[in-house]
């Protein structure tokens, strides 16, 4: 659709999309909710057959935060514990083995978790002490554990830094230091996503950008984008398309601010655009490639600067 459409049928209280095209939600009852691909049992719904209208997961529990990812997904209860389901050839569900489950598992015996984040292959959350744990896909270094081993259960981080924000979608992992506000990447660097001024992956944290204080970071497949803290926007990573840059579409290896306005609040990373809000304006703003209509203005015409989406 190349403008917004409701979704009927109950007050959702949060929604996560993943890059596998499958999305859950969350009611005001807590419930959790799926549609769209189901392929990898990624919408928990006890099968592998594709939703076209919300579909509830078979679970009784009561949900506070969900994490949408490309093959498998994972939601926290209100209590904070941690499950996961869906694909999990690398070990990304966290059980200890590669067995993939079509309905929520409870990750780590109940541990409690803050923040998590899921990636292609791969899952980070953060300890309520502030140390991060990975598991999962770490051929890119994306566990940030020092070398490039698969790991079946959570496994921590190597860094003594505390963290309180974190962003793991797509093959690379950032966080956001609480003490200092620095940003710290580890994984893939294709397109140079890392914002480490060059391509080459790094398999432990590597600090971005010192110097600047970061309030968000947001990952995707090909970019990075982050929100300072005095709410400037900056992105680095592929320019081919989503980048305000459109006069040079060389990747951007290390940071830049991506347009002139402060005030943003979040940012949202696709594949080929990012939207985002801002202090002040009610209606959501978004910039790059529409081809699919994902800019929500009603055309497939690409933006270089942001714009409000049309809301019906």
């Known amino acids: 659709f190349p403008s917004p459409r409701m979704i009927a049928g109950s007050d959702w209280v949060s929604v996560s999309g993943g890059a596998g095209a499958g999305f859950l939600a969350l009611d005001d009852a807590a419930r959790l909710w799926g549609w ?7 919408l928990g719904t006890g099968d592998l057959i594709n939703k076209n209208v919300p579909t509830p ?10 994490h949408a990812g490309s093959g498998h997904s994972c ?11 869906g694909r999990n050839i690398d070990g990304e569900l966290g059980t200890g083995d590669q067995t993939p489950h079509i309905v929520p598992v409870l990750v780590a015996r109940g541990r409690v978790w803050s923040m998590p984040s899921v990636g292609w292959g791969h899952t980070c959350a953060i300890d309520p002490d502030g140390s991060l744990w990975c598991w999962g896909r770490n051929r890119e270094g994306q566990l940030g554990t020092g070398d490039n ?11 003594t830094i505390k963290f309180d924000k974190l962003s793991a979608r797509g093959l690379h992992t950032c966080a956001i230091a609480i003490q200092t506000q620095q940003l710290w990447c580890w994984g893939d660097n294709r397109d140079g996503k890392l914002g480490t001024g060059d391509h080459r992956p790094r398999n432990q944290p590597t600090l971005i950008a010192p110097g600047q204080r970061w309030a968000r970071v947001t990952t995707s497949a090909y970019r990075t ?26 990747d951007l290896t290390l940071p830049v601010q991506a347009v002139t306005e402060n005030g943003w609040q979040q940012l949202g990373v696709g594949h080929s655009h990012v939207c985002g809000l801002r202090e002040g304006i ?7 490639r ?19 989406v049309v809301l019906p």
């Open 36 to 42: 769209g691909a189901n392929g990898d049992g990624q």
């Open 57 to 66: 997961a078979q679970t009784s529990a009561t949900w506070a935060v969900l």
């Open 75 to 85: 939601a926290q209860n209100q209590r904070g514990q941690l499950y996961c389901w």
């Open 149 to 159: 081993d698969q790991r079946t259960l959570p496994v921590r981080v190597s860094t």
């Open 225 to 250: 984008c982050g929100i300072t803290s005095d709410g400037q926007a900056w992105c680095w990573g592929r320019n081919a398309d989503a980048m305000p840059h459109d006069e040079d579409p060389s």
């Open 282 to 288: 009610s209606t959501p703003l978004c910039w790059g």
């Open 290 to 308: 529409a081809g699919e209509g994902q800019l929500g203005q009603g055309t497939d015409l690409e933006e270089a600067a942001p714009v409000p």
